[in-house]
């Protein structure tokens, strides 16, 4: 394997840990200590750019997640990582106890969505939730429209995810329409042509969009980028098709006559409610 191929492999690691929860100093220094051994706090300083009072941050969190472990040498205190086969070890093993704590729950309390008809409201927190929810949309199995992704939304959930987001989609045969905020300069406008999705942008004088929102069958999600980003999900037949009928609209705009966007997205999203 050349060295180029052995960086693309721990870019792709990089994309998974961040993806799971590992925060971006924590893959750092876990990438920096797989690759080098047993290092110093010190050495991981120099080799990964982070400041030394952030690195013993980042490491007493990834000792405490069991993920890096101290190795003493002499007075010096070292530190090294698990290595990746043990890694994926840890999360098999992870995922089969948390299947066996959910079948035994389901012996004493109904795990299963609500009846029919009744409408659910859930907030979920958090990078990794906003990516659950996602996701979610796959196993509904219906087609799926998304308005707002923008160049915020790229740099919170990494450009991996949507390439990959987008392959999901394709490969489950599942219609897609995104409206994005100038997708062209984001990581979605290399995607243009992914099976059966289809994306359309906004012009630049919309800006950068910091709510995104969905709509899959009858769940109506919304993704809003505060210092803690949160997701809002809907389970209602109503206001998902509110939202649908919208989205259609608004599509058709997109389609129709792009230059009339220059006064921004909202107020062609109040221009176009207001012809329905």
């Known amino acids: 394997m050349t060295s180029f191929q052995v960086e693309n492999r721990f870019q792709r690691i990089a994309e998974i840990l961040s993806s799971i929860g590992f925060s971006k100093n924590e893959i750092l220094i876990y990438l920096s200590l797989l690759k080098g051994g047993h290092s110093s706090a010190l050495m991981i300083s120099k080799k990964t750019g982070i400041h030394r009072t952030n690195i013993y941050d980042s490491l007493r969190a990834l000792i405490n997640k069991g993920f890096v472990y101290e190795v003493p040498n002499g007075d010096k205190k070292e530190y090294s990582a698990l290595s990746i086969e043990k890694l994926v070890d840890f999360f098999n093993r992870k995922g089969s106890e948390l299947k066996e704590e959910i079948s035994k729950m389901k012996e004493f309390i109904n795990l299963d969505s609500e009846a029919e008809g009744k409408s659910q409201i859930s907030i979920s927190r958090g990078v990794f939730a906003l990516k659950s929810r996602l996701y979610d949309l796959l196993d509904e199995k219906k087609p799926i429209k998304i308005c707002g992704y923008s160049d915020a939304f790229d740099r919170l959930l990494g450009e991996a995810f949507m390439r990959d987001y987008l392959k999901e989609i394709s490969k ?3 219609d897609a329409k995104i409206i994005s ?3 062209d300069y984001s990581t979605i406008g290399r995607y243009k042509k992914t099976g059966a999705v289809q994306i ?3 012009p630049s004088t919309v800006g950068e969009s910091k709510i995104m929102e969905f709509v899959c069958g009858d769940i109506f999600g919304m993704c809003v980028l ?4 949160f997701c809002l999900i809907f389970k209602n037949g109503l206001i998902a098709n509110n939202f649908g009928g919208f989205f259609r ?5 997109v389609k129709n006559s792009r230059h009339k966007f220059s006064r921004g997205r909202f107020a062609v999203q109040r221009s176009v409610l207001s012809n329905l």
């Open 249 to 253: 609209s608004l599509w058709s705009v």
């Open 181 to 183: 905020n100038n997708p």
């Open 226 to 229: 505060l210092d803690s980003p």
């Open 172 to 174: 489950h045969r599942l």
């Open 200 to 202: 359309k942008s906004l």
